[in-house]
Structure formats: structure tokens, C-alpha cells
């Protein structure tokens, strides 16, 4: 297990290789965020089995893409400004790389760790691009 430390002086453990990730959701800064999941890419396609046992596909001209997150803060700052935005497609930025038109798609419930000045904020978040 390695340790991460805070500017507050909390640390927060996590296991070897895993590292932070540096994203943002129209400029509220997530911060002590890792991948809770792979990033994916989704090629927007339309499926249809016919009558006689063969696939027509239609693929779309377009690569849609999702991300999970799992986040950790020392206040629920970050947390509470991402609530304003369920619902608007905006710009998220991911290791210096930015993707427009996504959307929260996926949020858990905030987990509370621990009290007074050492209490750590804990969710689950996944966004989603629109490609229209």
C-alpha cells in the first residue's frame, strides 16, 4: 500500500500503482480522483438481425466516451458544485485532455470517513458524451 497525502495533512492510502487522476468538470476540480473503471469508447452502431439469420449494421460516423471515477475529498466543496450541474452536457478535462458534451450519467451516494477536521468525502461518478 502506498500513501498519498493531502495539503491538510490527511493521508489517504491506496494500493500500489494505483495513481490520482487529474479531471475537472467544466473547471470544479475533482480532486484525489483514480479510475474506478476503464475509460471507454463506444462506436454508435444499430444492430439488426434479419429473418435470415444475417447482421445489417449501420455505424455512425461518431465515438462516444464514458469515464468512472471514484473520488476522495477533505470537504464536500467539489462535491456540492457538481451537484448543480447533473443535467447540463459541459466540458470534461482529464489529464490535461478535454471532451465536450458530457454529462454526469452515474453518481453514488457521498460516504463520510471519519470526523471534525479528519473527515474524508468519498463517491463514485461516471460521465458520458453526447456525440449530437
Known sequence: VSLFNLCAGIEFYREIGIHPV???????????????????????????LLYSGKTAVDIGNYVS?????SCMSNDKTAYDQLM????????LSVDGETFTKMYISQWSDIR??????????QWQMSFEQETV
Open 65 to 69: 466516451r464514458s469515464f468512472s471515477f
Open 112 to 121: 463520510i470517513i471519519g470526523d471534525g477536521d479528519l473527515r474524508i468525502y
Open 84 to 91: 448543480a450541474k447533473i443535467t447540463q452536457k459541459l466540458s
Open 22 to 48: 487529474s479531471v475537472s468538470f467544466d473547471g470544479v476540480s475533482l480532486t484525489n480522483c483514480t479510475y474506478a473503471g476503464n475509460s471507454e469508447l463506444e462506436i454508435i452502431q444499430n444492430r439488426t
